[in-house]
């Protein structure tokens, strides 16, 4: 599947040949029952390949795989440093593989081809390396007890891990899972969601290549209320480390309760507030964070700066500057390497983000800038950035996640205010806050209810710090050494002398 360096991305794209199978047991294989679904091109709205369909039946081979390569220690039992010379084989397999990955990757989801290269490709790469980095520097404890008994307190994996990854990072939510878990010695079960399974089908094949043992890694294309469900829902699974939305989320805590109560870590929605005070001394900087806050990715990420609570005195200049570069960004062909802002993942998304534009309408919220869909003669799904005025936190368009580039302009008088407005939600995944006043900043840290608060900056982060949020955003970390403790089980050994 390795594609020519040589010509545009669009002269590469059609020499790619797109593998569509399910990944178990070490090999790529139909769905049983024989199905497919069409993968989509959201920048054009013609189908790329036919996907497998997995359901129940298909599952359950990728668990009894999972089991029987954990089971037999062939990867759990493996020294550390061997599982660390493997992942590292695999981050660099990934490396040499980025352009196919990422020209996948874009193909996938609408993603521009120059931040799924430049962004999405080194995220996940370095995410498989940090994590292979991080396998022997995992330690137990000794407890402090009688000089006659000695207690080991060791840290062991959790077993079958079943990955469930979104659609608006694909390659890089998958890795923020397999990385941790494979590094602590699990079996995975990855699940992509059905709008994005290229890059996880096709990294399965290269981490067989690295090392991986057969049934260490499974890629299990197919429905959430299929595939997602019977993972969800199966008897030996022993983990889901899940990436979505609330409802879903929800779900997948209710299916825990129903079967074997296994473990869930839950990454789920945001309404993330972007608090700009009178006292900010850099507006064109906040204006531009702002826009990259709620503009990224075509506003489809979980932590998007997507209510802006801005106070009076500035609000004029700051909405001035941001509606200048919303106007600017022009959404366009994702394979042009020019091109900064790509396409809707898919038309029902386009549909549910325009419905939200309209009840933001109907609710008396001003629209200044967007708020169309646009390029509609390529059959894309592609948006112009929005932003909104004059709205109250309590309409739908301040509530509900949105998921697309829409920005909700909240007034307020003052931090007090805007920290009551802040959090006034039902997430708590994200918040940033503009201010020179280190009191006030301070302030804000400690009472914004987010699982990560930037101060004068946004969207900011590496590997080093966790990622996750408070309320209904879900539990359980991603990112850094706290990410074990979703895939790993303390034991505790006395031994007496």
Not at 167 to 175: C, I, Q, R, V
Request: charged share 20%; hydrophobic share 45%; aromatic share 6%.
């Amino acid at each position: 599947m390795n594609v020519s360096t040589s010509g545009s991305w669009a002269d590469r794209a059609r020499q790619l040949s797109i593998e569509g199978r399910a990944f178990i047991d070490g090999s790529y294989r139909a769905a049983l029952s024989g199905k497919t679904f069409a993968n989509v091109n959201p920048a054009t709205g013609r189908v790329l390949t036919e996907v497998a369909a997995c359901d129940a039946e298909d599952v359950e081979l990728a668990v009894r795989s999972a089991r029987q390569a954990f089971e037999s220690g062939v990867w759990a039992r493996m020294a550390p440093v061997e599982r660390k010379r493997i992942l590292l084989k695999f981050s660099e397999l990934m490396s040499t593989h980025r352009e196919e990955l990422a020209l996948l990757e874009s193909l996938d989801v609408g993603k521009p081809i120059t931040n799924a290269l430049n962004g999405d490709l080194p995220s996940a790469i370095g995410c498989i390396q940090w994590y292979a980095e991080a396998i022997d520097k995992l330690y137990g404890e000794v407890a402090p007890t009688a000089p006659d008994l000695t207690a080991m307190v060791v840290r062991e994996p959790i077993g079958v891990v079943a990955a469930v990854v979104p659609w608006n990072y694909p390659l890089s939510m998958a890795s923020w899972k397999l990385g941790p878990a494979l590094a602590a010695g699990n079996s995975v079960i990855l699940k992509p969601a059905e709008q994005s399974p290229l890059t996880a089908i096709r990294i399965a094949a290269l981490g067989m290549e690295a090392g991986l043992p057969p049934g260490v890694l499974n890629v299990v294309p197919g429905f959430g209320e299929t595939a997602g469900q019977a993972l969800g829902r199966h008897m030996d699974v022993d983990a889901v480390g899940f990436t979505g939305s609330t409802e879903v989320g929800k779900l997948f805590m209710r299916y825990s309760g129903e079967s074997n109560i296994k473990r869930i870590g839950l990454e789920c929605g945001g309404k993330s507030p972007h608090i700009v005070l009178a006292d900010c001394d850099d507006l064109d900087g906040a204006a531009r964070a702002v826009a990259a806050g709620i503009f990224g990715n075509v506003g489809q990420v979980c932590n998007a700066g997507s209510r802006l609570i801005v106070e009076e005195p500035i609000r004029d200049a700051l909405l001035e500057r941001v509606v200048a570069i919303a106007r600017e960004l022009k959404p366009g062909d994702p394979l042009d390497p020019a091109t900064r802002l790509g396409a809707i993942v898919s038309s029902a998304q386009l549909s549910s983000v325009l419905q939200h534009v309209q009840r933001g309408k109907d609710e008396g919220a001003r629209v200044l800038t967007g708020g169309e869909r646009v390029l509609a003669e390529t059959g894309g799904f592609f948006m112009a950035p929005t932003v909104f005025d004059r709205v109250d936190n309590g309409m739908r368009l301040a509530q509900e996640e949105i998921f697309g580039p829409v920005l909700a302009t909240i007034t307020v008088d003052g931090l007090d205010q805007a920290l009551a407005v802040a959090n006034n939600t039902i997430y708590g995944l994200a918040a940033g806050i503009w201010t020179r006043d280190i009191r006030k900043a301070q302030k804000a840290s400690k009472a914004l209810r987010a699982g990560v608060v930037w101060i004068n900056c946004f969207d900011k982060g590496n590997m080093s710090a966790p990622f996750g949020g408070f309320k209904q955003s879900g539990f359980g970390r991603d990112k850094s050494m706290h990410a074990f403790d979703k895939y790993m089980d303390w034991k505790a050994v006395w031994t007496a002398a």
